[in-house]
Each structure stands twice: as structure tokens, then as C-alpha cells.
């Protein structure tokens, strides 16, 4: 007689996050800036700039700014 529960789906565990770094990665490259600067000017979008790669992002809303502590 079969089991009338069917059985879950195994699926192999995604790898662990990568832990979060104090800036966001550059959306065109994926690479790890070493300083993000940006500039809004009235009516237009925010122009965030990826050092050292260069790559420029335009995002129509302002960005998010924290203060973390450094780390240990």
C-alpha cells in the first residue's frame, strides 16, 4: 500500500551569504567599490558614482545612508 503523504522535495542547502560588506557592490561590474559618491541635482535622479571600477548608476531615488561601526 503506498503512502497516501507525499513525500517533500529534498533540495541541496544554498551556500551560506556572503557577509555584508560596509557599501553595496557596483550593479554593472558586481565588484566591491572602495568609496560610492553620488550627486542629486532639482528634478533629475541621483547619479551614484563606483570608485575605483567608474561605473556611474542613475537611480531615481536617494540612497540609504548609515553609520556602522567599524569593524572589529
Do not use: K
Request: glycine residues 6%; proline residues 24%; aromatic residues 4%.
Amino acid at each position: 500500500m503506498r503512502d497516501p503523504h507525499p513525500a517533500p522535495l529534498l533540495v541541496a542547502a544554498a551556500e551560506a551569504p556572503a557577509e555584508p560588506g560596509p557599501l553595496p557592490r557596483c550593479p554593472v561590474c558586481g565588484s566591491a567599490p572602495e568609496r560610492i559618491s553620488w550627486r542629486q541635482c532639482a528634478g533629475r535622479p541621483v547619479v551614484l558614482a563606483f570608485d575605483p571600477c567608474g561605473h556611474r548608476y542613475a537611480s531615481p531615488t536617494p540612497p540609504v545612508l548609515a553609520v556602522t561601526p567599524p569593524p572589529a
